[in-house]
């Protein structure tokens, strides 16, 4: 079952209003045109959709507003949980499994020094919480500490853990894992490297980049499939770029330029988050207008 759900997921941005309420208007527009991108999935409620500053009633209401589109019940939807307190991580679950979601995701608790022993009941708690599949989060540039290899391995043997989605550089730790439980999910979740753990075999990717240039990183994965490696190269080179761009401008900053520069009404980042430059929007723009990424968009 958990291997059906393997493949290319956009972490979802979400849509504020000008004064930083959540926008439904401007969900729904990033939404649509992600979908549009012939994607496997979206992953929602995650870091890239600014979860750490939204409320639980908030990301309730943004699961209720992607259910509600009849484009997103024909697709696969991941729904990130991860909050600080197993409460409300639960009470999204459960909402996640009523609205027909394919799975549930969620950060290890990380307001606190937790220590491994409680991150090991926090998912235990979690995943008896519904009959979805559950995929656990290793991503130290979040939560500021890499989980040891065995508690990660423990952790993917709780009944319903289906796998892990893989935000670290450590491709050895990455490769330990997979030996160690093949028969289990692994996304990758840096997009600028995603050619590196594809090649290990990994069973997709969940990105931030991926709700501009989904057909790029569709395109990448199915390159790497089918041992083209040249393309491969020149398709995560690409990728590289834009993430370049990005850091300058900060990242989901820069993605919601980038959208805005391709018509779509996707708003701003919350504070307090900022764009890092006053000419996000013209810098992306030069970007995709350019042949190499013109050719991986879908006009809006």
Not at 24 to 49: C, K, P, W
Not at 67 to 95: E, T
């Amino acid at each position: 079952m958990a291997k059906s759900l393997s493949g290319m997921y956009a972490a979802l941005l979400t849509g504020f209003s000008d004064d930083g309420a959540f926008d439904a208007n401007r969900q729904i527009a990033i939404t649509e045109y992600v979908l549009r991108q012939g994607l496997d999935g979206i992953y929602i409620g995650g870091s890239s959709g600014e979860s750490g500053l939204m409320s639980t009633d908030e990301l309730l209401e943004q699961q209720r507003v992607i259910a509600g589109l009849s484009s997103a019940r024909q697709s696969r939807v991941i729904a990130h949980v991860g909050q600080p307190n197993l409460r409300d991580s639960i009470a999204l679950a459960k909402q996640a499994e009523s609205l027909g979601f394919v799975a549930l995701s969620a950060l290890p608790p990380h307001s606190y020094p937790f220590s491994d022993e409680e991150i090991y009941q926090y998912y235990v708690g979690l995943a008896a919480a519904t009959d979805l599949p559950l995929i656990v989060y290793e991503v130290p540039i979040r939560t500021g500490r890499p989980l040891p290899v065995d508690l990660l391995v423990r952790i993917l043997d709780i009944p319903n853990v289906a796998g892990i989605k893989f935000t670290s550089t450590d491709l050895f730790k990455l490769s330990m894992l997979q030996r160690s439980r093949p028969d289990k999910l692994f996304y990758f979740g840096f997009d600028e490297i995603f050619m590196g753990a594809a090649a290990l075999g990994c069973d997709g990717g969940i990105g931030t980049t991926y709700n501009v240039m989904g057909r790029l990183y569709t395109q990448l994965n199915k390159s790497i499939q089918a041992s083209d490696l040249d393309t491969a190269r020149q398709l995560q080179q690409t990728s590289q770029k834009f993430v370049e761009l990005l850091l300058e401008t900060g990242v989901m900053p820069g993605v919601k330029a980038a959208l805005r520069s391709l018509g779509v009404d996707a708003g701003y980042v919350r504070a307090p988050l900022v764009e890092k430059v006053s000419d996000a929007e013209e810098r992306l723009s030069a970007f995709l207008s350019g042949s190499e990424a013109r050719a991986w968009l879908v006009t809006n």
